[in-house]
């Protein structure tokens, strides 16, 4: 199985700032990579997918990047709406996993 | 506009059964692979269990493989899982997800339906 590594686990930021997450699997899986926002009490919601595309509708602060073993989700100027957990998952074998998650959080 | 109502949850003894229906509109069901994904309380995301369109080929985690089943019914739009020998650990909010795309080997997922939560207890 391919065990996906998220860091860190949790990020305490304010508005405005700069918020880097990332994501390492256990092997490569090339592009095969989505990030998640979930938010108390709801379903996760896709922001990016295949490492670097943006999901229709979610704003462009929010960035991927990455191939291979290393991932990265940026979001570029942390606004009120952004506090919320993160995930990554490996979309390129069965089991598909996910990372543990981080969660973003008040300073 | 695409709607995953999940449904089937509840309180349910250490190797009990239960069934979840997740009931599927506003695209072509038959044409997309589905998945089931659980979150324990306060825990993170845990895949379960992937059919691929129209039923064909089934994919489970280790940690239910051999007690829960995944099944469609393309006629009525609606994906189960059949989960049997429960245990406490299966615990959980249910979600069902629809891939982004009918593309084979589209393994991401928007929309999630809302969550149905089993809880397993005596």
């Known amino acids: 199985d391919i065990q996906m590594t998220q860091s860190p686990s949790s990020v305490s930021a304010s508005e405005g700032d700069r918020v880097t997450i990332t994501c390492r699997a256990s092997?490569?899986?090339?592009?095969?990579l989505a990030w998640y926002q979930q938010k108390p009490g709801e379903a996760p919601k896709l922001l990016i997918y295949?490492?670097?595309s943006l999901q229709s509708g979610v704003p462009s602060r929010f960035s991927g990047t990455g191939s291979g073993t290393d991932f990265t989700l940026t979001i570029s100027s942390l606004q009120p709406e952004d506090f919320a957990t993160y995930y990554c998952?490996?979309?390129?074998?069965?089991?598909?996993?996910f990372g543990g998650g981080t969660k973003v959080q008040v300073k | 506009e695409v709607q995953l109502v999940e449904s089937g949850g509840g309180l349910v003894q250490p190797g009990g059964s239960l069934r979840l229906s997740c009931a599927a509109s506003?695209?072509?069901?038959?044409?997309?692979?589905m998945s089931w994904v659980r979150q324990a309380p306060g825990k993170g995301l845990e895949w379960v269990s992937a059919?691929?369109?129209?039923?064909?080929?089934?994919h489970y985690a280790d940690s239910v493989k051999g007690r829960f089943t995944i099944s469609s019914d393309s006629s009525t739009n609606t994906l189960f899982l059949q989960m049997n020998s429960l245990r406490a650990e299966d615990t959980a909010v249910y979600y069902c997800?629809?891939?982004?795309?009918?593309?084979?080997?589209?393994?991401?997922?928007?929309?999630w339906g809302q969550g149905t939560l089993v809880t397993v207890s005596s």
């Open positions: 997800a629809k891939p982004l795309a009918a593309v084979a080997g589209t393994r991401w997922f928007d929309p």
């Open positions: 506003g695209f072509t069901f038959k044409s997309y692979a």
């Open positions: 059919i691929g369109a129209g039923g064909a080929g089934t």
């Open positions: 092997q490569g899986i090339s592009n095969s």
């Open positions: 295949a490492a670097s």
């Open positions: 998952q490996q979309a390129n074998s069965f089991p598909l996993t």
